[in-house]
């Protein structure tokens, strides 16, 4: 079955940087649209962004957009997300997704497959 597991949370100060990765298992990672997601204390989950299965294609929330860059490697079956210039508001578990087609979409819906989450916390 189709396996997704993060890694690459922490704490780190207002200014700061981290890089979250997303290791796939199951099924042909190259073929699948994936996504990242998160969701604060007491919030919904948010969309992050969203990558293609080539990569070509990236989608960004307005508020991350310009700090947040999604990538793929699909000879590793792992996506990232390096994110720069941290704020306290990006403080979440930051969720990865993976969907059954190509394209990638904004709404977490379209997406089968969950990992479990990795924390992150911007201290200000």
């Known amino acids: 079955q189709v396996q997704l597991v993060e890694s690459g949370g922490g704490l780190v100060q207002a200014g700061g940087s981290l890089r979250l990765s997303c290791a796939a298992s199951?099924?042909?990672?190259?073929?699948?649209?994936m996504g990242w997601f998160r969701q604060a204390p007491g919030k919904e989950r948010e969309f992050v962004a969203s990558?293609?299965?080539?990569?070509?294609?990236?989608y960004y929330a307005d508020s991350v957009k310009g700090r947040f860059t999604i990538s793929r490697d699909n000879a590793k079956n792992t996506m990232y997300l390096q994110m720069n210039s941290l704020k306290p508001e990006d403080t979440a578990v930051y969720y990865c997704?993976?969907?059954?087609?190509?394209?990638?979409?904004?709404?977490?819906?379209?997406?089968?497959?969950w990992g479990r989450g990795t924390q992150v916390t911007v201290s200000s």
């Open positions: 997704a993976q969907r059954g087609g190509g394209v990638a979409y904004t709404d977490s819906r379209k997406y089968d497959y």
């Open positions: 199951g099924r042909t990672f190259s073929a699948y649209a």
């Open positions: 990558i293609s299965w080539s990569g070509a294609s990236t």
